[in-house]
């Protein structure tokens, strides 16, 4: 629905001793440039294995972007968006 929360749902894979971190993030515009707000994080070994992460982006009047940020590799798959934390 325009105007609420979106939920952002997707499956990862992180295998391996120097992963290092996934930071996801919003983006948007402020009065003294972009302002990335911290979203969801998730760091090193993770398994053999993908895992579904779910993240609440919050409602903004503004344009925003929303950043997956990874030093080394790592998989994304089947990324969906949906208002709220529907199922």
């Known amino acids: 629905a325009q105007g609420s929360d979106l939920c952002l749902s997707f499956w990862y894979h992180m295998v391996g001793s120097h992963i290092g971190t996934l930071h996801i993030k919003q983006r948007k515009e402020g009065a003294k440039g972009p302002a990335d707000i911290l979203l969801w994080t998730?760091?090193?070994?993770q398994g053999n294995r993908w895992r579904e992460g779910r993240v609440l982006v919050p409602?903004?009047?503004?344009a925003y972007q929303v950043q997956f940020l990874k030093a080394d590799s790592f998989s994304l798959q089947d990324l969906n968006v949906k208002p709220s934390f529907q199922t």
């Open 42 to 45: 998730v760091s090193g070994h």
């Open 59 to 62: 409602h903004s009047s503004k």
